[in-house]
């Protein structure tokens, strides 16, 4: 709960408009990828939206790479 609280302090603090639940949720859109073709492994992430971006700056947090 606490965590929440602190999230919906920030996104305020910044002016954004999501709450806690809708910034997780487009947060959790984001996935790693791996996968082989013969003996290569390929490995990625998906790319971040716009919103996303915003909401990794508005929070503080470090983009995934």
Aim: net charge positive; hydrophobic share 35%.
């Amino acid at each position: 709960m606490q965590m929440r609280m602190r999230m919906r302090m920030r996104l305020k603090a910044k002016g954004h408009s999501a709450s806690p639940r809708t910034a997780l949720d487009l947060l959790a859109r984001i996935h790693r990828h791996e996968g082989r073709i013969a003996d290569r492994k390929l490995d990625g992430i998906t790319t971040p939206s716009p919103e996303q971006l915003e909401l990794f700056d508005t929070l503080n947090l470090s983009k995934p790479a």
